[in-house]
């Protein structure tokens, strides 16, 4: 995982976030220490506390800082915290917890977290937020530091679902790439206050929640599951549909081939970028009845006629504001099958029932 330290600027930026005055600031991944340097000047009677997986930040700490609590601890590790001395007796007693998790696992790796009496995966950013809350006290602070894509990502959103079963969450800031030297990923700063409810109020709510999902548009979307980087050219098959081949809203020939066994999707269709910055020209009408194996950076709206494909690519094109806005990312930017769908919602489209379904469906504008 990557670590940045946090910048004096974004630092002083997340402590303005905070509402109370606290009596105890933590922080479980203090790095050099800079968000509690801070606390304690702005908070110079406040008890600080702070954790780090790094032994040699751990003892540079120590060392720096004699009247703080200083401890090594791997954070994600319940049995490490049990053993971490400075987290001994903190349980349910923390004021305020400032977080600048590490910003990245490679290759998009998930951690598990044991929360509200459940075992639940996430990012690692957010499961390290989401073990911190067991050491906030009632109506407590966390203000924390997340790459942009904890926020928005679908993999962190049933995670975000439970915290808000137990918190008040706002989202304070989005940093501009950079803000970090060195980094030019996006970031953003995210503060909780902390509800005490007891845990089966907590596990009934979320439980009714996953079954309130995003069904208001659930027209056939395909998402593309091809990978390019990683698959040799071949000669015959079907035809890839990359984003290189969608220009100025049309599909060009490809002379890349891949097995039958990808998913495909035949014309009439509308085809968007799911990777990539947003441009109005890659979205694309494809009417061709031949099949297309899609590409894993590419998304197809299917439809039942060409008319009604060129409708909703009018639509898309006449609410482009509307249509970049769904397109986020730390890094790159990308959107999901939920985003679109939920677009769609808001474009009043309604559509069918299912991502795989292979039955038709017909589109009709609302209104």
Not at 185 to 196: D, G, H, Q
Not at 256 to 269: D, I, K, T
Not at 309 to 332: F, M, P
């Amino acid at each position: 995982m990557d670590a940045y330290y946090t910048p004096t600027a974004v630092a002083n930026k997340t402590l303005s976030q905070v509402r109370g005055r606290p009596t105890s600031v933590a922080d479980f991944t203090a790095g050099d220490g800079v968000l509690l340097r801070a606390a304690a000047d702005r908070w110079p009677q406040a008890e600080i506390i702070a954790t780090d997986i790094d032994y040699t930040t751990v003892r540079l700490l120590r060392k720096a800082h004699p009247r703080w609590h200083v401890g090594r601890c791997d954070f994600l590790s319940a049995s490490s915290r049990a053993l971490s001395g400075a987290l001994r007796d903190r349980s349910g007693g923390v004021s305020l917890i400032l977080l600048n998790p590490p910003f990245s696992g490679r290759g998009g790796t998930r951690a598990s977290v044991c929360v509200g009496g459940e075992v639940r995966s996430c990012s690692k950013p957010l499961a390290i937020l989401a073990a911190s809350i067991e050491y906030v006290r009632p109506n407590g602070e966390i203000v924390a530091i997340l790459p942009a894509s904890t926020w928005d990502s679908d993999k962190d959103r049933d995670m975000w679902r439970w915290l808000r079963c137990m918190c008040t969450i706002q989202l304070c800031s989005r940093l501009l790439p950079y803000a970090f030297p060195e980094c030019s990923a996006a970031a953003v700063i995210v503060w909780l206050k902390v509800r005490r409810r007891d845990r089966s109020s907590v596990n009934n709510q979320c439980k009714d929640l996953r079954a309130l999902d995003y069904t208001a548009t659930s027209r056939r979307l395909v998402r593309g599951l091809y990978p390019m980087h990683e698959q040799p050219r071949r000669v015959g098959g079907v035809r890839v549909i990359h984003t290189t081949n969608i220009r100025n809203g049309t599909v060009l020939p490809s002379h890349r081939y891949a097995s039958s066994e990808w998913r495909q999707v035949r014309g009439p269709a509308v085809l968007l970028p799911r990777v990539g910055m947003p441009d109005r020209n890659k979205i694309a009408i494809y009417l061709d009845k031949s099949p297309r194996v899609l590409s894993d950076c590419v998304i197809a709206i299917a439809c039942s006629s060409a008319s009604e494909a060129r409708d909703v690519h009018a639509i898309l094109l006449s609410q482009w504001r509307r249509v970049r806005r769904i397109y986020t990312g730390t890094c790159a930017k990308y959107t999901t099958l939920r985003r679109v769908r939920e677009l769609m919602s808001r474009l009043e489209i309604k559509n069918g029932s299912s991502d795989e379904s292979n039955e038709p469906r017909t589109w009709r504008r609302i209104g």
